[in-house]
């Protein structure tokens, strides 16, 4: 259903600030796949989402979503098919709006009825059967302001917010990395409910590498711009963290490089 060929992007060309980000990087996912996604400072992870997103356009290569050629959509009609949730829980909700609201806002997204038409009862039933689900005990401060909730409470909200419309592609950017560890795992559980509720097919960052394992059918590493790993199936079930790091020295060349990968 995603099929990125070929692409690049180099930042800042020209400059002494030139970087390549993606250097001929191909992926290909299937209807329901669920990938995470690893690889050293500086790899390419957050430039892939962002490309798939088309946050910019890419230098060069295509971009597919459901044999669709998205290379040249604008962001704003990209994330029609797309959820996203990032690093920063401040960053996917409105502080000011009630619980309510925000979910009101996610589920008109694209819609011709906006928030000012007001929430009905049978919509806030909904929500709260909805927000149920998390078992964070937020069906009943539905109305609270979002800013009042605990990070980890807020990106569970987020999640919620990205996958309502059931979205092609969810891509999810270290999306528990500012988490303490308890919440983290809940907010990771949260994902895998949501993710096999509606079988989405899922793009995750991580720089845990026992996550990465756990989490998804597939796993990619990625160094210097392109997927030097893909492991799967059996394959992937059976992977300790020092395979992969042994994986990496061999496929790449070099030693792996992320400090808060190998710490955590
Ligand atoms: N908007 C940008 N402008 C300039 N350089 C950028 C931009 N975005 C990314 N880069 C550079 O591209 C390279 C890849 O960055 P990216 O954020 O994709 O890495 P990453 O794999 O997500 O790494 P990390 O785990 O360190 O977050 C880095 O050298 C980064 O500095």
């Given at each position: 259903?995603?099929?990125?060929?070929?692409?690049?992007?180099?930042?800042?060309?020209?400059?002494?600030?030139?970087?390549?980000?993606?250097?001929?990087?191909?992926?290909?996912?299937?209807?329901?796949?669920?990938?995470?996604?690893?690889?050293?400072?500086?790899?390419?992870?957050?430039?892939?989402?962002?490309?798939?997103?088309?946050?910019?356009?890419?230098?060069?290569?295509?971009?597919?979503?459901?044999?669709?050629?998205?290379?040249?959509?604008?962001?704003?009609?990209?994330?029609?098919?797309?959820?996203?949730?990032?690093?920063?829980?401040?960053?996917?909700?409105?502080?000011?709006?009630?619980?309510?609201?925000?979910?009101?806002?996610?589920?008109?997204?694209?819609?011709?009825?906006?928030?000012?038409?007001?929430?009905?009862?049978?919509?806030?039933?909904?929500?709260?059967?909805?927000?149920?689900?998390?078992?964070?005990?937020?069906?009943?401060?539905?109305?609270?302001?979002?800013?009042?909730?605990?990070?980890?409470?807020?990106?569970?909200?987020?999640?919620?917010?990205?996958?309502?419309?059931?979205?092609?592609?969810?891509?999810?950017?270290?999306?528990?990395?500012?988490?303490?560890?308890?919440?983290?795992?809940?907010?990771?559980?949260?994902?895998?409910?949501?993710?096999?509720?509606?079988?989405?097919?899922?793009?995750?960052?991580?720089?845990?590498?026992?996550?990465?394992i756990?989490?998804?059918n597939r796993l990619i590493?990625?160094?210097?711009?392109?997927?030097?790993l893909d492991i799967s199936g059996e394959e992937k079930k059976k992977l300790t963290?020092?395979d992969l790091?042994?994986k990496?020295?061999?496929?790449?060349?070099?030693?792996?490089?992320?400090?808060?990968?190998?710490?955590?």
């Amino acid at each position: 259903m995603l099929k990125v060929s070929n692409i690049h992007k180099t930042f800042n060309i020209g400059t002494i600030n030139e970087k390549t980000a993606l250097n001929g990087l191909s992926l290909q996912l299937n209807e329901g796949d669920f990938v995470t996604v690893i690889g050293g400072n500086g790899a390419g992870k957050s430039t892939l989402l962002n490309a798939i997103a088309g946050v910019w356009e890419v230098d060069s290569g295509k971009i597919e979503i459901d044999n669709a050629d998205v290379t040249k959509m604008p962001e704003h009609k990209r994330a029609r098919f797309l959820g996203r949730v990032f690093q920063d829980p401040m960053m996917g909700t409105a502080a000011t709006l009630g619980i309510d609201e925000n979910l009101a806002l996610a589920s008109r997204r694209g819609k011709p009825r906006g928030l000012r038409s007001g929430i009905t009862r049978k919509e806030r039933e909904k929500y709260k059967e909805l927000l149920k689900v998390l078992d964070l005990g937020l069906e009943d401060r539905i109305t609270s302001k979002v800013g009042l909730l605990s990070g980890g409470q807020r990106q569970a909200v987020t999640l919620l917010m990205a996958t309502l419309q059931k979205p092609r592609l969810l891509l999810l950017d270290e999306h528990t990395a500012a988490l303490d560890p308890k919440t983290a795992e809940k907010v990771l559980q949260t994902t895998n409910m949501m993710v096999e509720k509606d079988h989405l097919t899922t793009l995750m960052i991580t720089h845990n590498m026992h996550d990465a394992i756990a989490n998804g059918n597939r796993l990619i590493m990625l160094n210097s711009g392109k997927v030097i790993l893909d492991i799967s199936g059996e394959e992937k079930k059976k992977l300790t963290v020092d395979d992969l790091l042994e994986k990496f020295a061999i496929a790449s060349g070099e030693e792996f490089t992320s400090d808060r990968a190998l710490l955590s």
